[in-house]
């Protein structure tokens, strides 16, 4: 089967009906004719993070403590999903460090989070539930929860999140709280 590519018809289209739509625009308000015309958007392009190259970033950022104690988070994204800013146009992923005997803040978003241990012991408090987790563990951050993470080990513990929040991003509707 062959694909079919999306072709951007709107230059041609306006020039016949330009009078109407000026009309119509303002400053925040444009007009599409045809949406199914519109120019596709760009490849996302697989990617791989190697780790090795990440763990001295986070180190560095928990020793320094400057947005949380004991405590870094770092997100990816690829620039071509744009203002979305995940690796693809609706999923982010990052990694978190905690320090031994560390809690991270409590806090809440709108978006879900799947995070998946990749070092470490500890528990997340998710909700009124606690969910106790150690390294090659899964665990789930439904929406709007309030939750936060404890460091119970002697080492670093380090997880892997996948959330939702380009998706929400796109649609204007992302939302973090500290509780």
Request: charged share 30%.
């Amino acid at each position: 089967m062959q694909r079919l590519e999306r072709v951007d018809k709107q230059d041609d289209l306006r020039k016949d009906i330009m009078e109407l739509i000026k009309d119509i625009e303002e400053d925040d308000l444009k007009v599409v004719a045809f949406m199914e015309y519109m120019t596709p958007p760009k490849k996302v392009e697989p990617k791989i993070i190697k780790f090795a190259k990440i763990l001295p970033l986070l180190q560095k950022i928990a020793e320094l403590g400057k947005i949380e104690k004991g405590v870094a988070k770092v997100m990816f994204y690829s620039p071509s999903t744009c203002r979305n800013r995940g690796l693809t146009p609706v999923m982010m992923a990052g990694f978190q460090l905690i320090k031994p005997k560390i809690s991270t803040k409590p806090h809440s978003h709108n978006m879900s989070s799947i995070y998946f241990v990749f070092k470490g012991k500890g528990y997340s408090i998710v909700g009124n539930k606690k969910l106790e987790w150690e390294e090659g563990d899964v665990f789930v951050v439904p929406a709007n929860e309030v939750h936060y993470h404890v460091n119970l080990g002697e080492e670093d513990a380090i997880l892997f999140d996948v959330t939702d929040s380009g998706l929400l991003e796109s649609l204007g509707i992302l939302e973090f709280r500290e509780e």
